[in-house]
């Protein structure tokens, strides 16, 4: 997710200082002669880096190279953050690949035509994964890689959307208010479709006890003005998948013509391995188009990601165009224009390199790990939210057990964790079962047995360091860092889109210690 950043005022941006007043003082800079074989004794180190003006004049590379670099140190490590999805490790031969692909405009077919076939090679490995139709030319399944599974989702409400109002059309009918039948649950990016794109949002609400869509309810949610329904596999709070195959019967039985389409974000590279036999792509008849992050469980780093529509039929030919751009022509159905080559070829190294069977021993590797986890948490007395064995996703939601009578929340578990240098997401769950509070731990393919042995300690010097504290020193120690602690210095929210009440964390005030993504 890209954040909004506000423009300072001049007067904020003369307020440089991290102590009021200081800006007053004088501090004498070396002269202009003063060079030295040392980046940390160049005049560049007695001064503060740029912030929001550009330097009349340049810096030496290796200056600007070791300033941004000790900048950047103030990150948290990437391999520790448990909260994220998003791949860390990559083997050094990809890494070079991709790095020789920077360069490269992705769009320009015309000069690097086999970059585009590797894009051509890899829909066309992904749409088989998920058992895409291929038994003919003219109505075979056809896709393109976006720059995340954001994009992906949006290209496939758009092609919903408009194979509806075309229908409407045909027949003569209203076609103002479309709208589309989701999990509470989801992922912000179709919140930012259905608005940006003008569809009303039908919600099936989570319960305490269910965290997924109810099959029964999204069907009944189905009316004429419905332009398809959502269905996750892999939900970013839990991590469970849902029942793709009740709504596809339900819709069967009910003989209603409504399309389905799968966010499968984070579980499109992982159920085809961990559980092959799972109907939830193209084998159920009413799936039509579906998404997939490869920067997420495909096992590229960021950002690329995937959508494949089952046929012509539900990509409607007004949304593509054909142009001539550098001398080639092209077929065009993408919200973005240039970007670069490197993230796709990192995903067709990874699809040869590891085949299905290496795919399938990272996935159940994963899934061993996860369990494993799941059941040393529960042995220190968390009740565990998410599925195990494979029916969900490689993560464990875990929630404090009421019973224990404990005076601290997830949120100050969370906050302990933090300190150790983890982080482990803690947050309220979906509207409607906002009074659960849960943490989550991804496990990604970095995340070893060793790994897991380390923060399992930790979570249990946590707890212990808790029931240590009495109810007011932990409530007084969570003000604190609240106040005080920030993850990062820059304030990327415009005062203006504060406190805003159309999104579902805005109308339900959820809380979270950190982004569920």
């Known amino acids: 997710m890209v954040h909004l950043a506000s423009v300072p005022s001049d007067a904020a941006a003369k307020r440089g200082s991290v102590v009021e007043g200081m800006e007053n003082i004088k501090i004498d800079e070396p002269g202009e002669d003063e060079t030295t074989v040392s980046v940390y004794g160049s005049r560049f180190a007695a001064q503060e880096l740029p912030q929001h003006e550009m330097p009349e004049q340049e810096m030496p590379k290796e200056v600007a190279y070791r300033m941004i670099r000790d900048d950047l140190t103030l990150d948290g490590n990437p391999m520790l953050n448990l909260a994220s999805f998003v791949t860390t490790y990559m083997e050094e031969e990809v890494e070079k690949l991709m790095a020789e692909a920077l360069p490269k405009n992705f769009i320009d077919y015309e000069e690097y035509p086999q970059t585009a076939e590797i894009q051509n090679r890899c829909v066309s490995m992904i749409a088989r994964m998920f058992n895409a139709p291929t038994y003919s030319d003219e109505e075979s399944a056809m896709g393109t890689s976006t720059v995340g599974s954001s994009e992906a989702i949006m290209l496939g409400v758009l092609s919903m959307k408009r194979r509806w109002q075309n229908k409407r059309k045909a027949e003569g009918k209203d076609y103002s208010k479309p709208n589309m039948v989701m ?17 009303e949002e039908r919600y099936s609400y989570c319960t305490e006890s269910r965290y997924v869509i109810d099959p029964e309810e999204a069907v009944n949610l189905v009316d004429e003005n419905t332009i398809g329904i959502c269905a996750i596999i892999g939900t970013t709070y839990t991590g469970e998948y849902e029942d793709v195959k009740a709504i596809n019967d339900l819709l069967v039985q009910k003989n209603i013509d409504c399309p389905i389409h799968v966010d499968a974000a984070s579980g ?97 590797n994963l899934t061993r790990t996860a369990d494993y986890l799941a059941a040393n948490l529960k042995q220190l007395g968390f009740i565990i939210m998410s599925k195990g064995g494979g029916q969900g996703l490689p993560l464990v939601a875990f929630r404090i057990d009421p019973k224990k009578g404990r005076h601290y929340d997830e949120f100050a578990v969370a906050h302990q964790l933090r300190e150790r240098g983890w982080v482990v997401p803690a947050y309220t769950m979906a509207p409607h079962s906002e009074s659960l509070k849960l943490m989550r731990v991804v496990v990604r393919e970095d995340f070893s047995r060793s790994r897991c042995d380390a923060l399992v300690k930790d979570i249990k010097l946590a707890l212990q360091t808790l029931d240590e504290m009495d109810k007011k020193t932990v409530e007084k120690h969570q003000e604190h860092v609240k106040k005080n602690t920030t993850h990062h210095k820059s304030k990327p929210n415009h005062p203006h889109y504060k406190k805003e009440k159309h999104s579902l964390q805005g109308k339900h005030g959820k809380v979270s210690s950190h982004p569920v993504c």
Request: glycine share 8%; net charge positive; with cysteine.
């Open 268 to 364: 499109g590279f992982v159920a085809p391995f961990v559980v092959p036999e799972l109907p939830w792509d193209f084998r159920l008849e009413r799936v039509v188009s579906i998404n997939v992050s490869g920067h997420k469980y495909g096992l590229v780093y960021p950002g690329v990601g995937w959508v494949v529509w089952r046929s012509p039929e539900f990509l409607p030919k007004e949304l593509v165009f054909n142009i001539n751009y550098l001398g080639a022509d092209q077929a065009s159905f993408t919200l973005n224009f240039s970007k670069g080559a490197s993230q796709v070829i990192g995903q067709y190294y990874q699809m040869i390199r590891l085949g299905k069977r290496g795919y399938r021993s990272i996935m159940m």
């Open 183 to 199: 999990n509470a649950a989801v992922q912000v990016c179709w919140e930012k479709a259905a608005r940006y794109f003008e569809v």
